[in-house]
């Protein structure tokens, strides 16, 4: 069973970017340097930072949850972000 986790990308224009993914680490790099692989929008706005995640229990939990951050004001995404410093989380 996989871990699935939802974040947030802090890409070069210094907009957010929310997304699921079971691989932190392959997902960024599929973000900074895949024209297939990562998403549309942060092709344009390379390079992009990992600035929030957050385990999920599965899929449908890390898809709901990326739903909600997606509605969240900017404000708010930012109060997350500025948080995630303090969050122990284990990316393996």
């Given amino acids: 069973m996989s871990t699935w986790y939802v ?11 929310a997304g699921i993914t079971t691989d932190l680490n ?11 692989l990562g998403a549309k929008y ?10 929030y995640a957050e385990k999920s229990a599965d899929r449908k939990t890390a898809s709901r949850h990326e739903y909600q951050l997606k509605k969240l004001r900017k ?8 948080q995630f410093d303090l969050i122990n989380i284990n990316f393996e």
């Fill in 26 to 36: 392959r997902r960024l790099n599929e973000h900074n340097n895949s024209n297939k």
């Fill in 75 to 82: 404000r708010k995404k930012e109060q997350l972000v500025s």
């Fill in 7 to 17: 974040y947030l990308l802090r890409c070069s224009d210094n907009s957010l970017y």
């Fill in 42 to 51: 942060t092709r344009v706005r390379r390079p992009v930072k990992l600035a």
